[in-house]
């Protein structure tokens, strides 16, 4: 769940290993001063990435991409290996267990350019957005459709009380409010910025709060 700007990837990139650091800060420059011509918000996109990473080729493979603005609690599903950068903004993340992080670029951190270009999909396709299910007056689900992950947003402007199914996993964080959540032989309080993992058991989990609660857990 977010709200802000992210690329997520919609075609193919070129590796020209042949450019030097000098040709790529050049290169980099003049599409920047380009795009600064332009009203359109993907090259506003375009400036703002040169003008943080102004020696990135990154910034010009971000015309490859799709620039995707997330409302207040839409989300967005990257696929496996799909190219992606936060541009601006506050999300959360949740991701499906993985033993790597490929970087190509915008970042200042050490990056992968062939690795990635080895393991990305290039296959073009426009972004899938998630858009929340309520499943009841106070909570909403934001499900992409796979078994590693979903999200549910429980939102309560009263204290409010609700069961949790006890088999599921969850891992929960706190955005406001304060939340006490009671299993067998076991209770916790998260407040805002507190995270808590809910192990598995044959007992519902007791929720009792006011506040905003979100939890990832496995998808259907």
């Not at 490859?64 to 603005?69: D, E, F, P, Q």
Request: hydrophobic share 40%; with cysteine; charged share 20%.
């Amino acid at each position: 769940m977010a709200t802000g700007t992210s690329l997520a990837a919609s075609g193919a990139l070129q590796n020209d290993s042949s450019m030097d650091s000098r040709s790529a800060a050049e290169l980099v420059r003049d599409v920047v001063v380009a795009a600064s011509r332009s009203t359109d918000p993907v090259y506003r996109t375009v400036t703002e990435l040169g003008r943080r990473h102004p020696r990135d080729p990154a910034v010009i493979v971000s015309l490859l991409l799709n620039a995707v603005t997330l409302m207040p609690g839409e989300a967005l599903f990257v696929p496996p290996n799909t190219l992606h950068s936060y541009v601006r903004g506050v999300g959360v993340e949740v991701m499906a267990t993985s033993d790597n992080v490929l970087r190509a670029g915008l970042t200042g951190k050490p990056v992968h350019v062939d690795r990635v270009l080895d393991s990305a999909d290039y296959l073009p396709a426009p972004p899938r957005i998630v858009r929340p299910r309520p499943v009841s007056k106070d909570e909403l689900v934001l499900d992409p459709g796979v078994s590693e992950f979903c999200m549910s947003v429980l939102r309560c402007e009263s204290v409010t009380e609700r069961l949790w199914d006890g088999r599921q996993p969850r891992t929960v964080l706190c955005l406001s409010g304060s939340f006490s959540m009671t299993g067998p032989g076991a209770e916790v309080t998260v407040r805002p910025g507190d995270a808590a993992f809910v192990a598995p058991g044959s007992e519902a989990v007791r929720v009792l709060g006011r506040g905003t609660l979100i939890s990832a857990m496995p998808g259907a």
